[in-house]
């Protein structure tokens, strides 16, 4: 079994929680267990993310909840200094778009850390912020 991703806890509510359908309660759930997930498609075997019922690549709906890799690569990132109102009090902070190992691409905020400043190329892991009211996933510099 897959070690669990690393968890960061937040002392705070998430300032815009997700939308979670009958659908993404299991993507929702693993997460808050530390489990990285989405969906594979059966018919041609592409995994999508964020999860979807139907198959972008084929239009088949035969998908499954299979494991989403924990590294990758830090594509491009920015800083956000004016932000939207309701994440005006987290400005500033990092989002990036990572390349995971297993070949998606993806949006997300960035954990930051003084040793280790962001840099394009550089290798990631995903990690999930555990806010008092849920999960968000985010990525961190690794080494």
Known sequence: MTPPLPQLPVAEDRAYPPRESEFTTTFWQALREGRWMSTRCNACERQTFPPKPVCPHCWS???????????????????????PAVFAAEAPYACGIVDLDDGLRLACRLVEDPQRPLAIGQAVEMVVLQYRDGPLFAARPLG
Do not use: C, E, Q
């Not at 494991?67 to 932000?83: D, V």
């Open 61 to 83: 709906t035969d998908v499954a909840w299979t494991p989403l890799g924990r590294t990758g690569t830090l594509y491009s990132w920015t800083r956000i200094h004016a932000a």
